[in-house]
């Protein structure tokens, strides 16, 4: 079925063409006639009895007929019409049509040749066909000047044309470098909230998982306790599925303003520190910062967001053991966190959260795009996470 359409398609393709170009031809011989007619009816009304009338009116419709070939052959047709500008007045119009026409689709060496093909069929129909009303110098004055002209006219179109052509390449590719850039925008910014949401599962989710496994453990622990990890585990759910209703929001808005996301900063470190703590982690916070209010805003959600994994892959790998986390730094230097962890004995239980390791991939790729570097390393007792981030004067 699919084939036999497109073979009807193929068909009938030619026969929707043929018309088109019937009316440009049809177009192109009527034009030429109400040119040559009038010529022919002057020759005939200046000499009536001119043995020559005839050759003039073969002239004049062979000129009118070899028009179109103009169409598909501008410089053989414009020769041709040459010839028979050289015999009668009847074929100038022609001719210069094959002129304007050559001048307006090829180059100018090719269009100066062609016009002066004309020039000389001109001077020689002068010659043995001479214009009573004008003298010979002025005639070839004239011609020549027409001949010029159309040519600048031809290569005039021509530059045009090539202008016009230009500018509306050049408004596609800005078009679509400009849907390119708007794409690759907003790719980006998926991409940093992809890694945002990870950064706040991780850590909300290992919270989760401590105080969860507190439950499975500790079920002989007092009412009160058990209460208290129910209702924390019951919460952070809560924010968790805040958290990604808020994200899959702004994912899925084209259009919206995705700044609104939440970007904690140095100063919710605290804040972070004491989650960490009430989940059961022994998290020794020094803060030696100067002046935190100095801290770029991008710098310190970098901070935060290196204090915030260093935490949840200790609470993950490294359950129960205690954390130091240091900050030192003033504008003008450098913003260093220096964060470690011992190790948990061989043999201890595995985490309750596995990690797929990409976290401290995304990780040192946040700093470096901050103008930091971030390294780690795991020694035989303990676990270092090592970070420092510009801080301009």
Not at 57 to 73: E, H, K, M, T
Not at 87 to 93: D, G, K, V
């Amino acid at each position: 079925m699919n084939g036999e359409n497109h073979c009807d398609v193929e068909a009938e393709s030619p026969r929707r063409r043929v018309p088109r170009g019937a009316a440009i031809v049809a177009i192109v011989v009527v034009g030429m006639a109400a040119l040559v007619v009038p010529t022919i009816w002057g020759l005939a009304d200046r000499h009536p009895a001119n043995e020559l009338l005839a050759l003039d009116i073969v002239s004049g419709v062979l000129g009118c007929v070899l028009s179109p070939i103009l169409l598909w052959r501008p410089v053989g047709g414009a020769l041709a019409l040459a010839v028979l500008a050289a015999l009668s007045p009847a074929a100038t119009p022609p001719a210069t049509l094959g002129a304007l026409q050559v001048a307006q689709r090829r180059g100018f060496p090719v269009a100066a040749a062609t016009a002066l093909a004309g020039i000389a069929a001109h001077v020689a129909q002068g010659l043995w066909r001479p214009n009573g009303g004008i003298s010979f110098g002025w005639w070839l004055v004239l011609v020549t000047f027409g001949y010029g002209a159309l040519v600048g006219w031809g290569a005039l179109a021509q530059a045009r044309r090539a202008v016009v052509t230009s500018l509306r390449e050049r408004a596609r590719r800005a078009e679509a470098e400009q849907g390119r850039r708007v794409a690759e925008a907003r790719m980006l910014e998926r991409t940093r909230i992809a890694r945002e949401m990870h950064d706040v599962l991780a850590h909300r989710l290992s919270l989760l998982a401590t105080y969860s496994g507190a439950l499975e453990y500790r079920p002989d622990s007092p009412p009160e306790q058990l209460s208290r990890a129910a209702g924390v585990v019951r919460a952070g759910v809560h924010q968790a599925l805040d958290e990604l209703r808020e994200v899959i929001s702004l994912l899925r808005d084209e259009d919206g303003d995705q700044d609104g996301w939440p970007q904690p900063m140095l100063a919710d470190l605290p804040r972070l520190v004491d989650e960490s703590r009430d989940a059961g982690g022994q998290v020794q916070l020094r803060d030696g910062v100067v002046d935190p209010s100095a801290l770029p805003p991008s710098a310190g959600r970098t901070a935060y967001r290196v204090v915030q994994e260093g935490l949840t892959n200790a609470r993950k790998h490294a359950a129960g053991q205690p954390v130091q986390v240091v900050l030192e730094g003033r504008p003008g230097a450098r913003l260093v966190i220096d964060i470690r962890n011992p190790l948990p004995e061989r043999g201890a239980a595995s985490p309750l959260t596995p990690g797929a390791g990409t976290g401290l991939v995304g990780l040192t790729e946040r700093v470096h795009l901050a103008g930091g570097r971030l390294d780690h390393e795991t020694t035989a007792a303990e676990f270092h996470l090592h970070a420092w981030l510009p801080w301009p004067a």
